[in-house]
């Protein structure tokens, strides 16, 4: 494929990314990819091997020593440890908790940055993170922002079952040095707050409808 394209989906946590993101890519059948989850695998990665996760250099170390590869599991790009996706190992609290720490270090950020563009091999993608539109791909035409209010986000969250602060990791990710939470250069901000989920991704599709080139 000549030039995949690569619509950006960033946003703060329990904004709906990924909810919206996976609609996304269904209805236009591109590949979706969840950057947090890589994140979030390497975090679990240091917890499992007793890597020190407030050690920048002990995390890095870890990241260069781990065995990864990127795999698509039905249009579902992955990145795989040892051949194994720790699916539901990732979601748990003490991850949740570790991941911001991870994803702090500047070193680890290019790690991740190389495998995420490196998943336009793949095809059209779908990817959503936190410095998609700002850092991983800024040269795309689709970027957009997604947020809700705090309360909105906090409540989606409990009833998934997830007891977390989201104003303090939101903070965590928006001041760190390396390539923070925020509105990248011409995105589209899209603030879900009372909006379904089959309104919010119907928002953002008719903007890239807008934008898609013309079929022949
Ligand atoms: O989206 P999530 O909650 O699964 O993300 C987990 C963590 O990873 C979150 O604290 C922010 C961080 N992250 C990041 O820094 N950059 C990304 N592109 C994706 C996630």
Not at 117 to 129: A, D, K, P, Y
Request: hydrophobic share 40%; proline share 5%; glycine share 6%.
């Amino acid at each position: 494929m000549a030039n995949p394209i690569v619509i950006a989906i960033d946003g703060t946590s329990a904004s709906g990314k990924s909810t919206n993101a996976k609609r996304i890519a269904k209805a236009l059948g591109f590949f979706y990819v969840d950057t947090g989850a890589m994140y979030r695998t390497l975090a679990w990665y240091c917890q499992r091997s007793q890597v020190d996760v407030s050690d920048p250099k002990a995390v890095f170390a870890a990241c260069r020593k781990w065995r990864a590869s990127l795999e698509c599991v039905d249009t579902h790009i992955r990145l795989l440890v040892d051949g194994y996706f720790p699916e539901r190992e990732i979601r748990t609290a003490e991850v949740s908790r570790a991941v911001p720490q991870v994803a702090a270090v500047p070193k680890v950020r290019d790690w991740m940055k190389k495998k995420q563009r490196e998943c336009v091999r793949f095809g059209n993608l779908v990817m959503e993170g936190r410095d998609i539109g700002s850092n991983v791909f800024p040269e795309t035409d689709y970027k957009f922002y997604l947020d809700a209010s705090l309360d909105e986000r906090s409540a989606r969250r409990a009833a998934d079952g997830i007891e977390e602060n989201l104003a303090a990791r939101d903070a965590h990710d928006s001041q760190r040095a390396a390539a923070p939470l925020m509105i990248p250069l011409g995105a589209v901000v899209v603030n879900n707050s009372g909006l379904t989920p089959e309104r919010t991704s119907q928002m953002i599709l008719d903007e890239i409808h807008k934008r898609l080139p013309a079929k022949e």
